[in-house]
């Protein structure tokens, strides 16, 4: 029987969410340190994923359904890979609720390379089919933010566009523990952040995500780039 693969891109349109300002009361400034550093950028610094990446409110789902690290000493996660066959593990949507029984469907192998530069780390990724056709994918590097220890990591950015002709915003959020052989337990997320008017519900709701993962467990180290 033939798979069809189903480019992630397709299955993902975006969104919504506010940014909450908190009181500073002088008698407790370490509390009210950590509650307001997503906003302050301070996060980075603690070795945290902020909450203008995972809203709060959703952030205990997305965790139970992969692992979100931190800390201030990454690995060095340079280095291109294939995620080969992508399955939908997680989701906040109803309607991919027979789809993740069912085994995570098939979904296009994911091409990554993760490149340093400067002092930053940069992300560039593509799409392929089952059939060899290129289903999406960026040409221009990415920024991205890496926190994590030892071998763990999570890096993480956002991306802004258009989806159906209105303005979009969604974060994307990766993890994994490097080995010498490529990525194990890479978890591939997206998680909506912002959309503009959308009075027919074309596009899902504010704070929904969806979780993939490498079907084997593992994005091999492969040159494509």
Known sequence: MKKYLIPLFLLFSLFFMLLGCGENPLDNILENYLKNSSSSGNDLSLGLVPNTIIPDDIKSSVEAK???????????????????????????????????????????????VFTEKANKMYYRAKEITQEGEVASGNSD????????????????????????????????????????????????????????????NKLVPVKTYRVFKDSDGLAEKYDWF
């Open 66 to 112: 992969m692992p979100i690290h931190s800390g201030t000493t990454p690995p060095d996660i340079s280095g291109q890979y294939i995620a080969s066959r992508m399955i939908l593990i997680g989701s906040s949507l109803n309607g991919d609720r027979d789809t993740i029984l069912a085994g995570g469907g098939h979904f296009a192998d994911l091409y990554i």
């Open 141 to 200: 590097d990415i920024n991205v933010e890496v926190v994590g220890e030892s071998n763990n990591f999570t890096a993480y950015f956002i991306e802004e566009g258009q989806t159906e002709g209105i303005r979009t915003k969604r974060s994307v959020v990766i993890s994994g523990t490097m080995t010498s052989i490529g990525i194990k337990d890479f978890y591939y997320s997206f998680i909506s952040l912002e959309k503009g008017p959308d009075p027919q």
